[in-house]
């Protein structure tokens, strides 16, 4: 293709399309910095964040990771197409379609919602996975919840032929495998780890990587308790929670306050946050740390996830709200 980017590279300058494979056994390690802000210093908390977010613009943070062995497996298999599913503001839809385009594999994306069918153009998400090849068949909600049928399988089979499949937002257990190797050796001082989550893949691999000493703590993007069973099939560890007061409202929906707090959170950190999953997740820790809710003396490390290509089109919507947007 004639558009590139650049390709990121691991501690000792290798690209990371080699690493991406895993055959050389090469882990990707991402920098820790931490956070200086009065309401910590007042609480004696230490909070780091890994910034998992500056692998790369598409291939950044947990998408990266859940793709990485799923790659392996695809080209393992001898298959030149991945198909996978999601939503028009999806991370991982975008992620998906570079991952492929610079493995030389074919990419399509099943896509929620038949209205976007004539007007996905418009859609900063989808175009920047169209520019990288993807194809897209837009489904009705309906269908696109029977997504796991054997139905529903068969029929993508018929239509598109062999491909390797991939699950709405990369969570499988080659997926949580590669989350597993967000965390390092360094990182056992922590008491508390933290993430924001959707599928549960990032937790689940997060929570089997973790010391015994540690609790995981995840900050649901959905609302509801159903991800609290979805994890118990995920990890087999019980060293984790979620907190479900953050979610404003549900997967995608924004507030002005939540606005406010990502573009001034980044004035005063330098660190971006995307408003569907690292600034929720951001928002409330530092909300539990106003109310007390940690220990004095507790080492805290926050996993930036990544997904800053949306804030493109979450400004879209803000813009037609009349709603703060945010700083880029």
Request: proline share 4%; with cysteine; charged share 25%.
């Amino acid at each position: 293709m004639s558009r590139t980017l650049p390709i990121s590279t691991d501690e000792k300058g290798s690209p990371l399309r080699v690493i991406f494979g895993g055959s050389n056994g090469t882990l990707l390690k991402t920098p820790t910095q931490e956070i200086h802000l009065p309401l910590l210093k007042d609480g004696q908390i230490t909070l780091s964040i890994r910034r998992e977010d500056m692998i790369h613009p598409l291939l950044s943070g947990n998408k990266f990771r859940k793709l990485k062995y799923n790659l392996e497996e695809a080209k393992k298999l001898g298959l030149s197409t991945l198909l996978t599913f999601g939503g028009a503001y999806s991370n991982h839809i975008p992620a998906v379609a570079y991952a492929a385009s610079n493995h030389d594999l074919k990419s399509i994306g099943i896509i929620r919602g038949e209205e976007l069918a004539d007007s996905w153009q418009d859609n900063p998400t989808l175009k920047t996975a169209s520019e990288w090849g993807m194809q897209f068949e837009f489904v009705t909600r309906q269908a696109y919840r029977a997504k796991e049928t054997s139905s529903f399988q068969e029929k993508l089979q018929k239509k598109y032929g062999l491909f390797y499949s991939i699950p709405e937002g990369g969570t499988n257990l080659l997926g949580i495998r590669g989350c597993e190797e967000i965390l390092q050796p360094e990182d056992e001082s922590f008491d508390v780890i933290c993430c924001a989550v959707g599928t549960g893949g990032t937790l689940a691999g997060i929570s089997i990587a973790a010391w015994d000493h540690q609790k995981v703590l995840g900050f649901p993007a959905l609302k509801g308790d159903f991800l609290n069973s979805d994890l118990k099939e995920l990890t087999p560890r019980s060293n984790w929670s979620l907190t479900t007061d953050y979610s404003f409202g549900g997967y995608g929906k924004v507030t002005g306050e939540l606005i406010r707090f990502i573009n001034n959170f980044k004035d005063e950190t330098g660190i971006p946050l995307d408003p569907v999953y690292t600034g929720k997740m951001m928002f409330g820790l530092l909300d539990m740390v106003r109310k007390g809710d940690f220990d004095k003396g507790t080492r805290i490390l926050a996993i930036h996830t990544g997904g800053l290509q949306g804030i493109m089109g979450m400004n879209g919507i803000l813009k037609k709200k009349n709603l703060p947007l945010l700083t880029v």
